[in-house]
């Protein structure tokens, strides 16, 4: 079984402040993948990024940056010098492979991040 | 059009109606996804189909009836649904014969309502 956890329901940061989103993964694969989605008040999933389990550099783009750590499972997610339009909700998601069991992917519950002016 | 698109937007039924969700993707992909989202709950798969055939299906109840006719059209046929069935319904569609390890492209989803 696979697991993905966003401990963090609710984050509210005032503008320019950085925020760290949380996501712990578990599974049993060696192979799998590690997902940010952004999801804005209009609804549709926004991808943001996406990291094998074999890459554990970390990523910078523009004022996002992401944290992979396969020691302790997390893959972390930071804005830094948040913006108003930064509010959302953010999923972390899993896809993993296992030999002879169906494809899986499974979404933390995500983040409520607000960005208060 | 662009990106994926997904009617309605809105849709109450009762438990007793026959309704379809109606997905449309113009990126050119191979692979389209159904999610449903309930509030407190994590986004959970429903359906994938890749190459117009499916090729997961995690233990949805049979009220849901998803059909692919073409790589860009995906439906969500439902009927006697029950409230707790109430959620955003969302489509995705990938490059790459439905890997989940590929980038998805979502809709805006259909909120659905049932009385």
């Known amino acids: 079984a696979q697991k993905v956890t966003q401990a963090q329901t609710e984050i509210s940061v005032v503008e320019k402040e950085d925020v760290t989103l949380d996501c712990v993964y578990e599974t049993r694969d060696t192979t799998y993948y590690l997902f940010w989605y952004k999801q804005p008040p209009s609804g549709e999933l926004v991808f943001l990024i996406r990291r094998n389990s074999f890459d554990e550099q970390n990523e910078i783009s523009g004022r996002y940056s992401w944290n992979f750590q396969k020691s302790t499972s997390s893959f972390n997610f930071t804005i830094t010098a948040s913006q108003v339009v930064d509010s959302a909700v953010y999923f972390c998601?899993?896809?993993?492979?296992?030999?002879?069991?169906?494809?899986?992917?499974?979404f933390g519950s995500g983040t409520q991040l607000t960005v208060l002016p | 059009e662009t990106g994926v698109t997904q009617t309605p937007r809105h849709l109450v039924m009762g438990m007793t109606n026959k309704k379809s969700l109606k997905c449309e993707q113009h990126l050119g992909h191979n692979a389209m996804y159904w999610y449903k989202q309930s509030a407190k709950k994590p986004l959970e798969l429903m359906f994938v189909?890749?190459?117009?055939?499916?090729?997961e299906n995690n233990s949805v109840p049979s009220r849901f009836s998803p059909e692919c006719p073409n790589s860009s059209h995906l439906f969500l046929h439902l009927h006697t649904l029950q409230p707790e069935d109430s959620a955003l319904y969302l489509c995705?569609?990938?490059?790459?014969?439905?890997?989940?390890?590929?980038?998805?492209?979502f809709g805006p989803g259909t909120r659905l309502t049932v009385l």
């Open positions: 995705a569609s990938s490059q790459g014969e439905g890997f989940l390890g590929n980038e998805q492209f």
């Open positions: 189909y890749s190459l117009e055939e499916r090729v």
């Open positions: 998601a899993l896809s993993a492979f296992s030999s002879g069991s169906a494809r899986q992917l499974t």
